[in-house]
């Protein structure tokens, strides 16, 4: 059973940077590309990032090109979203996606809150 777990979330000032974390405790994680969602008080869940099964392909939402960076581990079983200048737009829950291709995301994680301040 895939298990996500995401780490690194927290509160932060406009133009701060953090670095968030997901280990897959579940499965061959190299097999699989991965993903990151986010979902802002009173919005839809919505497309941040995604990276192929061995790290080749990324791809992201018009919002955050430029400053957020995805990026594996297979070697760790984990992904991560590198995100740099941060503004209040960006504050939402931060959800790990996992699947076989990048347009099919079935596994999810439990998330983790990024608040940004202004």
């Known amino acids: ?3 996500l777990v995401e780490s690194g979330g927290g509160l932060v000032q406009a133009g701060d940077s953090l670095r968030l974390s997901c280990v897959d405790s579940g499965r061959t994680f190299s097999d699989y590309a991965m993903g990151w ?10 497309f941040v990032a995604a990276i192929s099964s ?4 990324t791809y992201y939402a018009d919002s955050v090109k430029g400053r957020f960076t995805i990026s594996r581990d297979n070697a760790k079983n984990t992904v991560y ?3 740099n200048d941060l503004n209040p737009e960006d504050t939402a829950v931060y959800y ?14 439990r998330g983790t809150q990024v608040t940004v301040s202004s």
């Open 96 to 109: 790990c996606a996992q699947g076989r291709a990048v347009s099919d995301f079935r596994s999810w994680g």
């Open 37 to 46: 969602f986010r979902q802002a008080p009173g919005k839809e869940r919505e």
């Open 54 to 57: 061995h790290g080749g392909q």
């Open 1 to 3: 059973q895939v298990q």
């Open 81 to 83: 979203l590198r995100m």
